[in-house]
């Protein structure tokens, strides 16, 4: 791979890498069954140095921001190195916002470009906020059909071929890379200024555990605005010259198909997908007739005794031959992340020869914070910090539990526009992650619960309740707040998280039917995700500070001596 | 080629045997995240069936927020 130590930014280690691996394989973009495209890095270069032209002569330049909203495709990661070789910064957005939340972001950013697919911009672009945007001079968009209305914006493929070389523009380690949304669409934008060092570093710290080398394919399911798909399906495989598949479905048919067909080598998946995927193969144990299902059970029980000190691939890859076979034979580990995943799933895999790379860590602190490294596997952890990460627990109650403190290169130079949150996150160079935990005698952290008022799906996503609040504005109550259930209840547990929407009622008003439906109308307006589970009924005037803003701590502890299971109704 | 009404009925049907709910149980506008409590790659697997039935191809992303029988059958008419 490439020594990252010697490099001042993201884009000039992956024009060296563009170079040095020229004829290794890059890219493979699959839909469903059918390859659809197959790029070496000398092609992938040809690809994106047009389109790097383009921007520049679009008046793009060192420093400048470019959004990128995309699915999982290979055109997102040709986008990003056009911009990284122009000197600028990403602004990669989940694809899944509404077109309310994009432009809001959009703006907040500056970004003055945006790469995006036809289907989203035909959405974008007749939504009225696209008049805030006030930055954003061009609009380039793939995929669209022969004869669409580009509504201002340009064709992406029409970037190609012979032009004049683009000028590539270097940056120093300091100088913002990109700008990641932790969360923040609805309330107060939480945007993560990244560094090029945070990234350099991230990648050094992870490929040390997690090695990439030419060969190696990556298969790609998670869209790359994911931190653990930028890291592990992209800057980390294109440093080492290794292929990154992209599959354009999430469909399970498809994905079992892409391990087989390309001999997968690592994949990464949210604790949903995982889970989805031990189902899966348990409904097919299941099946097995009892005496095939017994030896199968005495294999399992072998290889787990026999690597219990550490993965052998090799004897797994033996004993559990077809299991691994269902995987293309060559899967080294399943990457997962973006959420807590529970002990048993992890432990599912890793009895079948599977390693599952499992963590912790947050955006403001560069994708990863911990790691699994399977010196022994344990699942009853998120593992030990990366290199060079400092991991304190502050202020440790009686049973050792504290907040997760941070500090390291690859942590964010601070949220974007907004000094004073940095400040309250950032105390001394120590991240604080709002997170709770404590280190066993082996260094392995365990998480225990959030100090913050928020939740993590199962699918990665962050939820602030105040980033949800807005759709149940004019609710006729008297005020209403919706919060995290373990914020107001601490519970010492990762799983089942959920957000509730306390209510006070005007005098005299009753909790009818009509009002359960009309929130449950409105919460069936978010995504599916982002909704809340339950209402909770609070007597008394809610705290607020001399501006007439809620008090949300005070509320919550005044919440707090309710009876948490009597006290939340379900919606 | 069949009216949104027809293809809307068909989708209801087809989920109900998908999911194992009585003739009648579901109607247009049922969020399904809701009303039959699955995540998003139960619904991938919905659209799946949903395909074959009606020998067409829906990306992820033209279902991408859709949540109700009603809107989806819009989109798998538009491709019929």
Partial sequence: ?571 | MPTLENTTQEVLTLAEKHFNLAPGSLSPGDDFFKKLGIDSLQTLELLSRLENHFNIELPDYEVQGVSDFKTLAERIQSRL
């Fill in chain 1, 1 to 571: 791979m490439l020594d990252l130590t010697k490099y001042s930014s993201i884009g000039a280690a992956l024009k060296d890498a563009v170079e040095r691996f020229a004829n290794e394989t890059c890219l493979i973009e699959a839909d469903r069954e059918r390859e659809k495209d197959r790029l070496t890095y000398a092609e992938f270069g040809k690809r994106a140095l047009p389109l790097a032209r383009a921007i520049e002569d679009a008046g793009f330049s060192a420093a400048d921001r470019a959004g990128i909203i995309m699915t999982n495709q290979s055109k997102w990661l040709i986008s990003a190195y056009a911009v990284f070789y122009s000197g600028g910064a990403l602004v990669p957005l989940d694809y899944k916002l509404t077109p309310a939340e994009h432009w809001q972001l959009l703006e907040h950013s500056g970004a003055k470009i945006l790469i995006t697919e036809h289907p989203i911009w035909r959405q974008l672009s007749a939504h009225p906020a696209r008049a805030n945007a006030r930055n954003l001079q061009a609009v380039l968009v793939t995929e669209a059909p022969p004869n669409a209305d580009l509504s201002g914006a340009h064709r992406w493929e029409g970037f190609r071929g012979e032009t004049a070389a683009p000028q590539f523009a270097p940056r120093q380690r300091k100088d913002l890379a990109s700008i990641v949304y932790s969360s923040g669409t609805g309330g107060r934008p939480k945007g993560c200024m990244m560094t090029h060092e945070n990234y350099l570093e991230q990648c050094v710290a992870l490929t040390s555990l997690y090695p990439f080398w030419p060969g190696v394919c990556y298969l790609s399911i998670l869209p790359t605005n994911h931190a653990i798909d930028f890291m592990v399906g992209f800057f980390g495989p294109f440093t080492c010259g290794a292929s990154v598949v992209h599959l354009r479905t999430l469909r399970p048919e498809f994905v079992r198909e892409a391990f087989t067909k390309y001999k997968i080598t690592y994949v990464s998946l949210v604790p949903l997908v995982l889970k989805n995927l031990q189902k899966g193969l348990q409904a097919r144990f299941d099946e097995l007739a009892p005496g095939k299902r017994r030896i199968f059970d005495k294999l399992v029980a072998l290889n787990r005794a026999f690597t219990r000190s550490h993965p052998r691939l090799w004897l797994s890859r033996r004993l559990l031959k077809q299991v691994h076979a269902a995987f293309g034979g060559e899967l080294r580990a399943i990457i997962v992340g973006g959420a807590f995943t529970e002990p048993q799933t992890l432990q599912f895999f890793y009895d079948l020869g599977i390693p599952v790379a499992n963590g912790y860590g947050l955006t403001e602190a560069g994708t990863a914070i911990t790691v699994n490294d399977l010196k022994p596997f344990r699942a009853d952890t998120v593992g030990k910090p990366l290199p060079g990460m400092e991991v304190k627990i502050a202020d440790p109650a009686q049973d050792g539990v504290g907040e997760v403190w941070v500090r390291s290169k690859t942590v964010m130079s601070g949220y974007l526009n907004d000094p004073e949150l940095t400040a309250e996150t950032i105390v001394d160079g120590w991240l604080r992650t709002g997170d709770l935990g404590q280190f066993d005698a082996r260094g392995h952290l365990h998480l225990s619960g959030r100090k913050k008022n928020m939740i993590v799906t199962e699918e990665g996503k962050n939820i602030y309740p105040e980033d949800i609040e807005s759709v149940f504005e004019s609710l006729p109550v008297k005020e209403f707040c919706v919060f995290a259930a373990n914020y107001v209840w601490p519970k010492r547990t990762m799983v089942g998280e959920q957000l509730v929407l306390a209510i006070h009622l005007e005098n005299n008003q009753v909790f009818s039917a009509e009002l359960k439906g009309d929130i449950a109308q409105r919460n069936s307006r978010l995504l599916n995700y982002k909704r809340i589970h339950g209402i909770v009924l609070f007597g008394e005037d809610f705290p607020r500070t001399a501006s007439l803003k809620i008090k949300r701590n005070d509320l919550a502890a005044r919440l707090a001596q309710l009876d948490r299971d009597h006290a939340i109704l379900p919606l």
